[in-house]
């Protein structure tokens, strides 16, 4: 097969390419702006979190004069109902703000530790940003093109390694043989492939890995984190539901920080220098 199109991974220029489509899915398309359920400083706690159109939401923007100074994390079982929700709010902090232009990925690596943001646009703080919104449909796009980076490079490691695809296959269960040298066969009828790791699954990758002996200078943790990143894959390319309570949106976001670095693993080992 005559290799007419350009190469996926685009050497020292990928990680600018990426930064710059990620940068392209911001915050600004996830955030909550209009409607936006707001409590006063001067309210008392215990009606903040008795009020019907708060039930909905665990953190809460606690606004004075207009302006938004502090959030209220209502769903805090060791909240105080005593006293002004001043009081028990947290202060605006820089951390807690971050910008509607900031790219998705961002917020999501931080969320594990920082579950809310409020969102700074036009120079005005106007909007929120949950742990809750990683089900909209902007994360996905984001979501996926980081998670492709990890398998494309996977791929190019295991043919870095020179090793003829009959070994490869070797190293494969006899049913994902099978399944891959079917798909592989569909994939040369139609000239899709030019050599058969595109008829491989992350599974298939990740398995080669381990196999060739990537895997095996990794302690148990990161071969998990691989696994991590796989689930989320697939949960994502079949439009799963991977962050439908806070459990599993916060599985999600290990499994975003486990692809970057995996991202950063294989890119060292690809080039060493």
Known sequence: MTIWAASALLGAETD???????QGLTVGLIATFDGL???GADESVSDVVARADLQAYDYVPVLQEGDIVGLLERANSKLSKDGPVRGAMQPLRGNMLIS???????????????????VLRSGRV??????????????RPALFLLITHVELLMAQWIRAQGIHEADLLAK??????????????????????????PA??????????????????MDGDEAEDLKRVEDLRHAVAHAGDYALDRERALS?????????????????????D
């Open 16 to 22: 600018r390419v990426f930064s710059s489509v990620e």
């Open 37 to 39: 359920a707001c409590c």
């Open 100 to 118: 509607a232009e900031a790219g998705i990925l961002s917020f999501v690596e931080s969320a594990a530790s920082i579950p809310c943001r409020l």
């Open 126 to 139: 106007d909007g929120i940003v949950t742990l809750s919104d990683l089900q909209k449909l902007p994360v």
């Open 172 to 197: 494969l269960s006899s049913k994902r043989r099978d399944r891959v040298l079917g798909k592989w066969h569909r994939l040369q009828e139609d000239n899709l492939a030019t050599d058969i790791l």
């Open 200 to 217: 491989m699954d992350f599974f298939d990758k990740r398995r080669l890995l381990f196999e060739l002996g990537f895997l095996a200078r």
């Open 252 to 272: 999600t976001v290990a499994a975003v920080v486990a692809a970057r670095g995996w991202i950063q693993r294989l890119e060292r080992a690809l080039n060493p």
